[in-house]
């Protein structure tokens, strides 16, 4: 992320998009603006340097704002990531010990384990930069609710896709090239130096790769007239495949190695017809596996609501002691979830720390 962002800075100056900043002290804070420094978002020079420049006095609203979205994504980490990794980590470090429900509830849970993992730094991340009167870009925009694998991208890790949306796919010549085959080549070719750049290892190639060739197909099948069938089936249809497409994908991204991935793969439904819940005991008490649920089913609903609505803005114009009812209850039932579980609560390191 430190490179991703000084690379930008060099590009866009060297290119004649931002004058070159002569302020060492300055520069040297948007390479190292502590919120995002460590997972991003991937910020680009235009958006921060100008805001170094202007003086920044306390604000209330700001705040505030920056105080309830740390609290989001404390909530997404600890409560719902956090929860959600016990399952995950047991399963995936030893798949072949496993099969049926157990991998397949496993691979649910670890797509909405990172989601709620790294949206939750991203979260913290510009709640802190908010505190302190910067704004930083938006890092995710409900993915889970998009209706196509572009709409995925669209709304996942924006800094990134961004990123190699300009400075990679872009140069590449994009779509405005001579053919059909090429604009493939420069989409497949993104997505692979995406695979690769979360890590060295076949593994991730291959997660870049179904992704690059999942963009694919939908742009070809539009052009042949199968994606305007699929926009019959509805949103929430269309929701529902792309998350199957996303989570599928993730086998690969989480899987230590292309044998653990392609196993998992094989008996994601073995046993399907005598599915017990069983097995699952050895992993999960039935009470941590009910109250993640509710936690996984309580974020959809919020996402749905804010989807049409901000709710922050509706719960700005509800009378005080209706707002703050609200923030203590929420804190009440933070506090209660994290002490009631059925393990010792513990800080797991942020996923994205690894890339």
């Known amino acids: 992320f430190h490179t991703f962002q000084s690379m930008s800075y060099t590009i866009e100056v060297y290119y004649g998009r931002q004058r070159a900043e002569r302020h060492l002290g300055i520069y040297a804070l948007y390479v190292l603006f502590y919120p995002q420094l460590v997972a991003g978002p991937i910020e680009r020079p235009q958006n921060l340097l100008c805001q170094f420049r202007q003086k920044q006095v306390p604000d209330y609203q700001r705040i505030t704002h920056g105080l309830k979205l740390i609290f989001i994504g404390l909530f997404k980490k600890v409560l719902i990531a956090d929860s959600l990794a016990v399952l995950v980590n047991t399963v995936y470090d030893n798949p072949h010990s496993f099969s049926g429900i157990e991998l397949l509830l496993a691979t649910y849970f670890f797509s909405i384990q990172i989601y709620c993992d790294f949206s939750g730094y991203s979260d913290i991340a510009l709640g802190c930069a908010e505190t302190l009167g910067i704004r930083l870009m938006e890092n995710f925009r409900r993915p889970y609710l998009a209706t196509s694998v572009s709409d995925f991208w669209k709304r996942w890790h924006i800094s990134l896709s961004t990123w190699f949306r300009d400075y990679l796919y872009i140069p590449l010549g994009g779509n405005r090239v001579g053919g059909a085959r090429r604009h493939y080549f420069n989409l497949l070719v993104v997505f692979l130096v995406s695979g690769l750049w979360h890590g060295a290892n076949w593994t991730f190639v291959i997660w870049g790769a179904i992704h690059g060739l999942g963009l694919i197909l939908s742009d070809f099948s539009a052009k042949v007239g199968i994606f305007r069938q699929l926009q019959k089936l509805g949103r929430p249809v269309r929701a529902f495949l792309t998350f199957q497409f996303v989570s599928f994908a993730w086998i690969f991204f989480r899987a230590n190695t292309v044998s653990d991935a392609i196993y998992i793969i094989k008996h994601l439904f073995a046993g399907v017809s005598r599915w017990e819940l069983e097995p699952l005991w050895k992993v999960l008490e039935p009470r941590e596996l009910y109250l993640s649920l509710s936690l996984i089913a309580l974020l959809l609903l919020l996402q749905i609501l804010e989807e049409t609505r901000s709710l ?28 009631n579980q059925g393990r010792s609560p513990r800080a797991l390191q942020f996923i994205y720390f690894q890339f």
């Open 312 to 339: 922050w803005g509706f719960l700005a114009l509800r009378p005080t002691w209706f707002r703050w009812g609200v923030y203590y209850g929420c804190l009440a039932v933070f506090i209660l979830v994290l002490f």
